[in-house]
């Protein structure tokens, strides 16, 4: 199954138990497969540098570079 992660469940999902933190467990199994925009990718940049910039203890761009290697990326229709 093909699936676009909105980036408030993706940072749900890394942060926090629930829903979000069920889908990010199925895509790490290989159930189910991420395909990103190069839009959503670069939202998902975007909140990374001001979650670094907020909470400098927390280093997310390592998680962007594991996530971004292991999703397909896709253009989406106008």
Do not use: H
């Not at 979000?20 to 159930?31: C, E, F």
């Not at 001001?50 to 998680?63: K, Q, V």
């Not at 971004?68 to 990326?73: A, D, E, G, R």
Request: with cysteine; glycine share 6%; aromatic share 6%.
């Amino acid at each position: 199954m093909k699936v676009v992660l909105d980036t408030n469940v993706l940072i749900s999902g890394i942060f926090f138990s629930g829903p979000p933190s069920k889908i990010l467990t199925a895509w790490r199994k290989g159930d189910i497969q991420l395909s990103l925009s190069p839009e959503i990718v670069d939202e998902y940049a975007r909140v990374a540098k001001i979650l670094s910039d907020e909470y400098p203890g927390i280093e997310i761009s390592s998680i962007l570079t594991i996530i971004l290697t292991n999703c397909k990326i896709i253009q989406a229709p106008a």
